[in-house]
């Protein structure tokens, strides 16, 4: 359960291309299947809603992520979609100053 919830929370949404489903409605997936020796933890799952969990498992889509965190789509064709990490927001420099109230 809180593997799930943290998958979730991380991804947001379906992590297919062009999928804006919530990830509240989607199935964890391993990235890696657990019979090829992938683990169940943070790094290998990831939140697919149920077609595009069935694409990559039955349809044979490939996926890859690169060195900057962009996981890529690899259609049986070999047409490439990129996914771009989710954006955590600005880093700040400094502390903000608390409200005056």
Same mark, same amino acid.
């Given at each position: =359960? #809180?593997?799930?919830? #943290?998958?979730?929370?991380?991804?947001?949404?379906?992590? $297919? @291309?062009?999928? #804006?489903?919530?990830? !509240?409605? =989607? %199935? !964890?997936? &391993?990235? !890696?299947?657990? %019979?090829?020796?992938? /683990?169940?933890?943070?790094?290998?799952?990831?939140?697919? +809603?149920?077609? +595009? &969990?069935?694409?990559?498992?039955? +349809?044979? $889509?490939? /996926?890859? /992520?690169?060195? #900057?965190?962009?996981?890529?789509?690899?259609?049986? =064709?070999? +047409?490439?979609?990129?996914? %771009?990490? %989710?954006?955590?927001?600005?880093?700040?420099?400094?502390?903000?100053? @608390?409200?005056?109230?």
């Amino acid at each position: =359960a #809180h593997l799930a919830a #943290h998958v979730v929370v991380r991804d947001r949404t379906c992590r $297919f @291309p062009t999928c #804006h489903r919530p990830a !509240i409605l =989607a %199935e !964890i997936d &391993h990235r !890696i299947p657990y %019979e090829r020796g992938g /683990t169940t933890d943070p790094d290998n799952t990831w939140a697919l +809603h149920t077609g +595009h &969990h069935r694409a990559k498992t039955w +349809h044979r $889509f490939a /996926t890859a /992520t690169d060195l #900057h965190g962009t996981t890529w789509w690899i259609t049986p =064709a070999g +047409h490439r979609y990129p996914v %771009e990490p %989710e954006a955590i927001g600005p880093i700040r420099t400094r502390i903000p100053e @608390p409200v005056p109230f």
